[in-house]
């Protein structure tokens, strides 16, 4: 049965509507697959998956009632990406989806993520599914991000799942959205912090290049127990260990851009998220030499600070190397307290085993912290 001859519901977002597939449409979704950006972000494939309009023809055709559904996802009244779901499964009420929006001029301005939580209430709402599951390539960031503020949850990591056009394989993530399940109440996710001296964007790969212009001086790593990077290369490799520990939940990275001109200046994170007990670790911050003795650490700090209390934190707590004095009066200027030193804390990359101050501020010391913060941010 053609795609084109499926009795669909339309369903309607925010800002995007999802249509039935029509045949007519084979168009579209061959012109989708030729986008090089699409091609590797969707199915880690070159680009030609549909190399004709037959091709694409026979692959809408594949979804069927009652095991699944095809739409098109329309956006200012043009065909803009695709949606399905399939394998549906009446007695457990669970099905697989799949989502993308065609057109990379039109990624991060959430049509997406409206497009995802219409056919989750589609699925919910009118079908009654308890479990939605999906497959993501552990490099598509962005979708991660979208699938986890819709409420879907990494279930899995499977290492080398798929072999790419590029002859490399990569990891595929599981996640599943369980209907009524409540998130955690406290529950970090990738947002933009903005203040008026600096900008926290979510990590993406695609920053490896400038972030390595901002961090190559070997000074930033003196601490780190690495040594620093030679290429570009070592920075993506940095970048890929910190959103893969974003994929399993335990780190949220940034990269930490100056608010005057959108210039890189370095990274920092989240990291030991801590959700049943409502805390978290702010680290793994570096700087060009041109943005320290400046506001930027402050407000970096502040931002990250005040959005964890936002969102119910109830400790807030930092590290250093014992003997990185000018790492341990930065964490003092912001009003955090020294709660112990760790003795052989751990082993560093180069096999030196270093002591840790740890430092915390707690939900009671906040408002007072913010304060302080927020009067010396004024005077700079």
């Given at each position: 049965?053609?795609?084109?001859?499926?009795?669909?519901?339309?369903?309607?977002?925010?800002?995007?509507?999802?249509?039935?597939?029509?045949?007519?449409?084979?168009?579209?979704?061959?012109?989708?697959?030729?986008?090089?950006?699409?091609?590797?972000?969707?199915?880690?494939?070159?680009?030609?998956?549909?190399?004709?309009?037959?091709?694409?023809?026979?692959?809408?055709?594949?979804?069927?009632?009652?095991?699944?559904?095809?739409?098109?996802?329309?956006?200012?009244?043009?065909?803009?990406?695709?949606?399905?779901?399939?394998?549906?499964?009446?007695?457990?009420?669970?099905?697989?989806?799949?989502?993308?929006?065609?057109?990379?001029?039109?990624?991060?301005?959430?049509?997406?993520?409206?497009?995802?939580?219409?056919?989750?209430?589609?699925?919910?709402?009118?079908?009654?599914?308890?479990?939605?599951?999906?497959?993501?390539?552990?490099?598509?960031?962005?979708?991660?991000?979208?699938?986890?503020?819709?409420?879907?949850?990494?279930?899995?990591?499977?290492?080398?799942?798929?072999?790419?056009?590029?002859?490399?394989?990569?990891?595929?993530?599981?996640?599943?959205?369980?209907?009524?399940?409540?998130?955690?109440?406290?529950?970090?996710?990738?947002?933009?912090?903005?203040?008026?001296?600096?900008?926290?964007?979510?990590?993406?790969?695609?920053?490896?290049?400038?972030?390595?212009?901002?961090?190559?001086?070997?000074?930033?790593?003196?601490?780190?127990?690495?040594?620093?990077?030679?290429?570009?290369?070592?920075?993506?490799?940095?970048?890929?260990?910190?959103?893969?520990?974003?994929?399993?939940?335990?780190?949220?990275?940034?990269?930490?851009?100056?608010?005057?001109?959108?210039?890189?200046?370095?990274?920092?994170?989240?990291?030991?998220?801590?959700?049943?007990?409502r805390s978290v670790e702010i680290?793994?911050?570096?700087?060009?030499a041109s943005a320290r003795r400046?506001?930027?650490?402050?407000?970096?700090?502040?931002?990250?600070?005040?959005?964890?209390?936002?969102?119910?934190?109830?400790?807030?707590?930092?590290?250093?190397?014992?003997?990185?004095?000018?790492?341990?009066?930065?964490?003092?200027?912001?009003?955090?307290?020294?709660?112990?030193?760790?003795?052989?804390?751990?082993?560093?990359?180069?096999?030196?085993?270093?002591?840790a101050c740890y430092y915390s501020?707690?939900?009671?010391?906040?408002?007072?912290?913010?304060?302080?913060?927020?009067?010396?941010?004024?005077?700079?």
């Amino acid at each position: 049965m053609s795609a084109g001859t499926l009795p669909q519901p339309v369903l309607a977002g925010e800002r995007v509507r999802l249509r039935p597939a029509r045949d007519a449409d084979a168009t579209d979704f061959v012109r989708w697959a030729a986008v090089p950006e699409f091609a590797w972000m969707q199915w880690g494939r070159s680009p030609g998956r549909f190399p004709d309009q037959e091709a694409a023809v026979a692959f809408m055709a594949r979804f069927v009632e009652p095991d699944g559904r095809l739409f098109v996802i329309e956006h200012e009244g043009r065909a803009v990406g695709s949606a399905n779901y399939r394998d549906w499964r009446p007695k457990p009420r669970s099905a697989e989806i799949g989502i993308g929006i065609g057109e990379p001029a039109l990624w991060s301005r959430g049509l997406g993520r409206d497009a995802l939580g219409t056919l989750v209430r589609h699925l919910t709402e009118d079908l009654g599914a308890h479990r939605i599951s999906l497959s993501v390539l552990s490099f598509n960031d962005r979708a991660i991000a979208s699938y986890k503020a819709c409420g879907f949850e990494v279930e899995g990591i499977e290492r080398d799942a798929v072999l790419t056009d590029r002859g490399i394989f990569v990891d595929d993530v599981r996640m599943a959205y369980i209907a009524g399940r409540v998130r955690p109440a406290f529950d970090p996710r990738p947002i933009v912090l903005r203040g008026e001296h600096v900008v926290l964007e979510p990590l993406r790969m695609e920053h490896a290049a400038a972030l390595y212009e901002a961090v190559r001086e070997p000074g930033i790593w003196t601490w780190l127990g690495t040594e620093p990077p030679a290429s570009v290369a070592d920075i993506e490799r940095y970048v890929r260990s910190a959103l893969d520990l974003q994929i399993r939940g335990e780190h949220m990275p940034w990269i930490t851009r100056r608010a005057s001109d959108g210039a890189v200046i370095g990274t920092t994170r989240y990291g030991a998220i801590d959700r049943p007990d409502r805390s978290v670790e702010i680290g793994w911050t570096m700087l060009t030499a041109s943005a320290r003795r400046t506001a930027a650490n402050t407000e970096a700090k502040y931002l990250q600070l005040r959005n964890a209390f936002d969102l119910g934190a109830i400790r807030v707590w930092l590290k250093t190397d014992v003997r990185n004095e000018r790492s341990r009066r930065a964490i003092q200027r912001i009003g955090a307290t020294l709660d112990g030193v760790i003795r052989n804390e751990r082993i560093q990359p180069n096999g030196t085993v270093r002591d840790a101050c740890y430092y915390s501020i707690v939900d009671r010391e906040w408002p007072d912290v913010r304060a302080r913060l927020e009067e010396r941010l004024r005077r700079r």
